[in-house]
């Protein structure tokens, strides 16, 4: 069921390039490695890089207590939760059109900060999973006091929407005759060879999740 | 020479991961793909994905004149660029310590529209060349009414940082025997096969740059 679609989140520029099903939300921000979140402090916006992951209809941040973003967060003032993958660059005939095929999707809302130790052990199972998965059920967990020493802040999905550009360059007219090559060049994130830890215990292999993340988080995302 | 280190973009979290040297910062604004720019309207803070380009001690976005961004960029609102680069995952033994590596630059302050034809010249090309070098050259130039349609924000780099997290794991004392496999799984973007306009000019072959792009940028990157 889609979300009411405010004024706030509606595409506007390019509007064709709106999604406001949650499907498509959901998909971004899932394949997405960071988000950036954007707040304001003494009048000042900050927009910051960090993890996130989404539990269903819910998108997390955790942190140190002592961070001025959740410290910021925990006093509910109004964010915007941001995730961008760039898919390829678009090169077109002309400087005017050059542009960039991308999917992105932004978040408004107050977060709260999560206090149900479940619930906050399944956020901060999801940030690992969501960027390694089946690295969860191999780690030490979290003891209490490490629980402790993190913060987890809740954004609910509630006013969201999505904006993706895809496809080819749009020039048009006299231009299509323009003597240059047009097209696009797809971008994407890949995973290197795992590079072990200097002080691995001997005879540690790295298991499949690492030697092919890609295939391991493609297969995650389709499956979600 | 380095900008003074304000209280709002000095690193408090991790503060061995900061960096203020306008080196660090330049390589890290100009390998950046795009950007995510944070202002605030009516109270709630924004935080759009838009393509920049550094041109000396300015970066520069871009848009169309209508666009919400642009339109509150023009009052002279406080801003925020950030830009993130994600180089690999962090695969601890513990839940606790896995991490992700990465650098990101922020940059604080307040925008001015670009009036000076010349200079908004300079920053279209910039724009083009960081994202796919040698392109602007070969592109039909814009013409006066597509300059005009386009609205160019300069923000100054005068107050901003970096931050840089590489390296292993930060796994100590009991944890380094728990058997699990750990380390860093790379991560970089890359581009694929071109793929060309379907209403491409016969006979147009793809340029170097856009055959291999990685390449194509990295030579800029360690030009620059």
Redesign the interface.
Known sequence: MPNPVTD?VRV??HPERGAYDRATVDSILDEA??C?????HD???????T?HARVGDTVYVH??A???MLRTLAAGV?????V?I?D??V??????N?S?N?R?A?V?GTARLVDDPDEKLRA?EA??EQ??PG??A??????AS?LKA?TVAALPLEECSAKVRSG??G?SGG???????????????????????????AG????AY?LD?DAARAARHSAS
């Open positions: 706030r506007r520029r490695l960071v950036h979140l954007g707040f304001v009048g000042q916006p900050y927009v910051i890089p993890l942190g140190s002592a961070s001025r109004p964010v915007c939760l941001t961008t760039v390829g660059l090169l077109a005939r002309t400087a005017y050059q960039a991308y992105s932004i408004l901060l940030f690992t960027l390694v690295r969860w191999e780690v030490r967990p979290p003891s490490e993190t080819q360059p020039d231009d299509l005759d323009y003597p240059v090559w047009a097209g696009v060049v797809p971008l994407a994130v890949r995973a290197g060879k795992p590079v072990p830890a200097p002080d691995l215990t540690l292999e790295p298991p690492a993340l």
